[in-house]
């Protein structure tokens, strides 16, 4: 009687092995782009959201910044500080404007031309409104607010000079043009626009997208003054 050892390989077996094997390299050939696009994707989007993240914040300090000192000679100078550092970790974003308003309770700006108005070198503003301040301003904002904040007009109110960076709404201005931060006033509500051009690491989205952001607050209320 015939004994039964182990069975020879199936030759059709091995053959279909090493076809499976052969066939994996352009299954992975075409599987690769869509993966690394992914991943590419993945991380352009963390990058936008980790800016955006940034620039809320810049703006909610700068706003603090600027609704606590109110009436306060400096508050645009300390508030465009405030920014500025903030943004300072930054990366692949540049600003284009900040604007700092009167606003509506609702957040609207007193004046709409003050968010579309282009800024400039040598500052912008609307009268009683807003002031608009260029990337060139705030990356040279000096290093006392006394350098290009710190002019005085000449009557008792201690407003602004026309040289001034601030001068089309001073925080210390005029009746008319002030902000007001008296209890009685009842206090401002202050608005800070920015907008800025987030350019991409990977080219996966437009080569630049402009962000914008706002945050509004009310001034904080001082006892008033006779």
């Not at 059709?12 to 499976?20: F, H, I, K, M, V």
């Not at 968010?115 to 290093?143: K, M, W």
């Not at 401002?188 to 626009?193: A, C, M, P, R, S």
């Amino acid at each position: 009687m015939k004994g039964y050892g182990s069975m020879p390989p199936d030759p059709s077996a091995a053959s279909r092995l090493e076809s499976d094997r052969g066939s994996m390299i352009p299954e992975f050939a075409l599987a690769a782009p869509l993966l690394v696009i992914m991943v590419l994707g993945i991380f352009e989007f963390g990058m936008g959201y980790r800016e955006r993240i940034n620039i809320t914040s810049a703006v909610r300090s700068a706003a603090r910044q600027a609704t606590n000192l109110g009436e306060a000679r400096q508050a645009d100078y300390e508030a465009l500080q405030g920014y500025r550092s903030t943004m300072a970790r930054a990366k692949n974003v540049t600003i284009d404007k900040v604007v700092i308003y009167q606003a509506t309770s609702g957040g609207a700006p007193t004046n709409a031309t003050c968010l579309t108005l282009a800024p400039l070198t040598t500052g912008r503003g609307v009268d009683d409104h807003c002031n608009i301040y260029s990337s060139f301003q705030i990356e040279n904002l000096g290093a006392t607010y006394a350098t290009h904040f710190g002019g005085t007009g000449t009557n008792i109110d201690n407003d602004c000079a026309a040289t001034s960076w601030d001068h089309w709404w001073c925080p210390a201005a005029d009746p008319g043009g002030e902000r007001v931060s008296e209890q009685g006033g009842p206090p401002d509500y202050l608005g800070v626009f920015v907008e800025v051009t987030y350019e991409s690491y990977t080219g996966l989205l437009p080569s630049s997208v402009t962000m914008t952001d706002r945050a509004v607050m009310r001034i904080e209320p001082k006892l008033e003054t006779s």
